[in-house]
């Protein structure tokens, strides 16, 4: 039986320390550079209620509950919806990180270090499936998928059924490295990132033709990086492409 990489406990303390951790390389927090964005997208429009799909432990969510009266944040992974739901139980959570080997260091992620404590009532967490969510999810007025796209087991089943939880002029905004791992999405479900007619289809072009139902871009393509720490020696530096779309029908 495959286990789901997001319900161990190396990728639980990675999450944690991405999302509540220190900052590595100059590169920003990446959950909080997302949100940042996201409410920058939403200037002037409406705030009232915000959904954060594949939200891992959470830090996107409580960051969009600065500006929005609700958010929701909903992962598959029932280890971090656990995590995120004793954050904003508890305020704080301990986790250690890998140095080397068996050796590791113990942190804690607390929500008052980035003055989030005082909103954390805003925010919900629940373990469900972003390809098929409940009735109840409904009317939003941003949806937020970061790097989610690419650890679908169908991208193409869900971009086409996500605009029946936006409002009409909604915003979805996605994010995603494009990394295209067989593991994750069986290759026959690849939506681009292959030659088709002796051209390429690369992921974007992809998301466009199945958006182009309900949706138009209304920026251009934003190349987001982050690092996720592995180790105390060895980290992931990835280049993650936030894409921006609006919906119109
Ligand atoms: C690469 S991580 C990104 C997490 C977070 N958005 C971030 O940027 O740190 C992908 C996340 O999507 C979640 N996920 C994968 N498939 C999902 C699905 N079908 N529905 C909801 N969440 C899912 C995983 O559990 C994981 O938390």
């Not at 033709?209 to 720490?229: S, Y």
Request: net charge negative; proline share 3%; aromatic share 10%.
């Amino acid at each position: 039986m495959n286990i789901n990489p997001y319900e161990t406990d190396e990728l639980v303390a990675q999450y944690l320390d991405f999302h509540y951790g220190n900052s590595y390389f100059d590169v920003k927090n990446y959950p909080e550079k997302c949100a940042e964005l996201c409410l920058q997208l939403m200037a002037k429009g409406s705030k009232r209620k915000a959904l954060d799909l594949g939200c891992a432990v959470g830090r996107t969510s409580f960051e969009l509950a600065r500006e929005f009266d609700e958010v929701v944040g909903v992962d598959l992974s029932a280890r971090f919806i656990e995590c995120a739901n004793q954050l904003k139980e508890k305020g704080s959570l301990p986790y250690s990180v890998t140095d080397e080997g068996e050796l590791s260091t113990l942190h804690t992620a607390q929500l008052s270090d980035r003055q989030l404590q005082q909103i954390k009532g805003k925010v919900s967490f629940y373990q469900e499936d972003a390809c098929n969510l409940g009735a109840h999810h409904q009317d939003y007025d941003l949806i937020f998928a970061g790097n989610l796209l690419d650890r679908l087991q169908n991208p193409e089943q869900f971009l086409s059924s996500v605009h029946q939880y936006l409002s009409m002029g909604g915003i979805l905004v996605m994010s995603s490295p494009y990394t295209l791992l067989a593991e994750y999405t069986p290759r026959e479900n690849w939506i681009g990132g292959y030659r088709i007619d002796e051209k390429n289809m690369t992921v974007l072009e992809g998301i466009t033709k199945v958006l182009d139902a309900h949706f138009t871009m209304i920026n251009k393509p934003l190349d987001v990086p982050f690092v996720i720490r592995e180790t105390k020696r060895k980290f992931q530096h990835t280049i993650a492409q936030l894409t921006t779309w609006r919906r119109i029908r």
